[in-house]
């Protein structure tokens, strides 16, 4: 059995956005679960070599008659949704880009399931959409106030998922993570974003001899060391999480909402140290002012899900995080 349901009757997977970084682990993730998977992405930020099992369709969300085709021609039981632009300082540059590709082609998506009569949904949601948190740590009753466009339209979604809930039937769990790193055990995928925003791989890139140093933005926040703490989460832990949220939905769960995060924080410091130690490289820091609406702690409460998902983490250590990134970049770098 896998949950309720019977070894013969494995999930059938829609996963869009599934040649991008979590979107690929997810895929993998679900093969060594014996899922039947279908990869549906345009490939403008994900990367065909990434993927690793399943049915790969190229095509684009605003495509009404391709998702026409998709679910006509295959049986899907659940779909997954990766495919959100996601960088934040581009959402505040072209807003109508993100109000187009996550609002408005997420709505063609949900067009075309309910079209079909497909009710489970799985929505890779953010920390975003709680922008300057009032409380700390963030449960999923922290007041939302996004800060920036990428966070607006996320909870525009999720809002209009409660809607499609209440007017269709359709059920879905919106997971809010919180900085998602690491790569998988096995170095055949991980991160690979072009520009590359992400503390980790960019203090990686350092080590590598690929960039000449980190910058620190702040070093007098109110936090032990000076720095910002983030909550990082390892990307094969927020793998399966998604997994046991879709076989929650697929035994018959109302919708939810839940926080992803490793519900500890790490200052910009410890992680610069710790790919020192890791790396066994020297990696320069030159420090900078702050960026505006940077807050100096966000860490999740991800009780809930562990409570109600029965979600165990398996990479909550900081090395850990770090290694199997830099395992992978090493290959990917070269």
Known sequence: MIGDRCLSDLPKVLVVGGAGYIGSHMVKYLDKMGAVITVLDNLSTGHRDLITAGEFIEGDLGDEALLNSVFERRDIDVVMHFAASSLVAESVADPLKYYTNNISRTASLLSAMQRHDIKHFIFSSTAAVYGEPDEL?????????????YGATKLAVERMLRDCDTGFGLKSICLRYFNACGADDSATIGERHQPETHLIPLVLQVAAGLREHISVFGHDYETEDGTCIRDYIH?????????????????????????????????????????????????????AA?????????????????????????????????????AWHQRDFS
Request: aromatic fraction near 6%.
């Open 137 to 149: 740590p963030i449960t999923e009753n922290t007041s939302t106030n996004p800060s920036n466009p």
């Open 235 to 287: 990307v094969n832990d927020l793998a399966q999480a998604h997994y046991q949220a879709m076989m929650k939905l697929l035994n018959g769960a109302e919708s939810i909402t839940y926080n992803l995060g490793n519900s500890a924080g790490f200052s910009v410091r410890q992680v610069v140290e710790q790919a020192r130690m890791v790396t066994a490289k020297e990696i320069k820091v030159v420090e």
């Open 290 to 326: 702050r960026r505006r609406g940077d807050p100096a702690v966000l860490v999740a409460d991800s009780a809930k899900a562990r409570r109600e998902l029965g979600w165990q983490p398996q990479y909550e250590s900081l090395s850990t995080m770090i290694a199997s990134a830099w």
